[in-house]
């Protein structure tokens, strides 16, 4: 339904930062609640954070919780993850995902069914 495309990921060193960006092209996510999730080798895909549609509902997992920020520019149709003091840990692919929905945000990932490709974050001195 709505074709998303993630950039940013790169390798970092522990303590750094990143900011992960969300684009879509030719759809508007302005009614569609948009969450974070990363997938480490071997382990499940868990939700990181979400945002809803009008940026009211604002979701974080404990693990990210103080380092991470998510936020959306309207204009440019992209949401944003801004990832702050980062730890091995969070190396993984991270993931965007689109839900249309208008209330508050899930990060639970059954509930998207738009995903974009991802983007490899690398946390490693």
């Known amino acids: 339904q709505v074709q998303l495309v993630e950039s940013g990921g790169e390798l970092v060193q522990p303590g750094g930062s990143l900011r992960l960006s969300c684009a879509a092209s030719g759809v508007t996510l302005d009614y569609y609640a948009i969450g974070w999730f990363r997938q480490a080798p071997g382990k499940e895909r868990e939700g990181v954070s979400c945002?809803?549609?009008?940026?009211?509902?604002?979701y974080y997992a404990d693990s990210v919780k103080g380092r991470f920020t998510i936020s959306r520019d309207y204009a440019k149709n992209t949401v944003y993850l801004q990832m702050n003091s980062l730890k091995p840990e969070d190396t993984a692919v991270y993931y965007c995902?689109?839900?249309?929905?208008?209330?508050?945000?899930?990060?639970?990932?059954?509930?998207?069914?738009?995903w974009g490709q991802g983007t490899q974050v690398t946390v490693s001195s």
């Open positions: 995902a689109a839900e249309r929905r208008t209330g508050g945000c899930s990060a639970a990932k059954g509930r998207y069914a738009s």
């Open positions: 945002i809803s549609a009008t940026s009211v509902s604002i």
